[in-house]
C-alpha cells in the first residue's frame, strides 16, 4: 500500500503549481492544512518542493517512516499497514524517500511549520511532532516554525472552545507570516 503514497505528494504540488500558474496565488501567500496522513502529505511536500509554499500547518501527522511502524500509541502500533513495515526491504525504501525528518536537507529554506499534536493521541505518537520540530529548528536556514501540544487525542480539540482556539492560532500564524489581517 505505502508505494504509492508520492501520488498524494504529486497531487498537493499539482494544485499548487496550478493555482500559481492561474495567478489564483503566488507562493509567498501558499499555506497547506492537513491533518493525521493530511499532516504527513503536507509536511512531506513542503520538504520536497518548499519552493512553492509559504508555510505548512500540520497536524497529528507522522514525520519519521522509518522508525514510526514499531512505535506504539496507546494501545496499538502506529499506521503499519498504511506506510508498510519497514522490515520489508522494499517498504523500507519507500518508506524512506518520503520521510520528511529523513529528507531534510540542511542547504535548503523551508517554508515555516506550523505542527500541532495531542499530548493524548494514541494514534501518533507526540514525540513524532516534538522530533520534527527539533530537526525543523536545527536547520540553519529556518523560518519561524512553533509546535503546539494540546491536550487532546489525535482529534486535538477536546471541546468546541478549543477548536475555536486551534482556528484562531492557524490564522494569527498565518497573519504572522502574511501580515495580512484576517479580522479587524
Not at 6 to 26: M, V
Not at 110 to 137: E, Q
Amino acid at each position: 500500500r505505502d508505494i504509492n503514497k508520492q501520488n498524494t505528494i504529486d497531487d498537493i504540488h499539482s494544485l499548487a503549481e496550478f493555482l500559481i500558474s492561474e495567478k489564483y496565488t503566488r507562493p509567498d501567500l501558499l499555506f497547506l492544512n492537513g491533518g493525521s496522513h493530511g499532516g504527513f502529505a503536507v509536511a512531506a511536500a513542503g520538504i520536497q518542493k518548499p519552493h512553492l509554499y509559504k508555510a505548512i500547518i500540520a497536524e497529528c501527522g507522522v514525520y519519521d517512516l522509518v522508525r514510526i511502524s514499531d512505535q506504539a500509541a496507546g494501545h496499538h502500533f502506529v499506521n503499519r499497514l498504511e506506510y508498510g513495515d519497514h522490515h520489508n526491504p522494499d517498504s523500507f525504501s519507500s518508506r524512506l524517500s518520503l520521510s520528511p525528518i529523513h529528507n531534510l536537507d540542511y542547504e535548503t529554506k523551508y517554508p515555516s511549520f506550523l505542527v500541532i499534536t495531542g499530548k493524548n493521541d494514541t494514534r501518533v505518537p507526540p514525540h513524532n511532532s516534538y522530533r520534527f520540530m527539533a530537526y525543523l529548528n536545527d536547520l540553519p536556514k529556518k523560518n519561524m516554525n512553533f509546535l503546539y501540544t494540546t491536550n487532546g487525542g489525535h482529534n486535538i480539540a477536546i471541546t468546541a472552545y478549543d477548536q475555536l482556539n486551534l482556528m484562531s492560532l492557524k490564522f494569527k500564524f498565518m497573519e504572522m507570516l502574511t501580515g495580512y489581517k484576517f479580522w479587524l
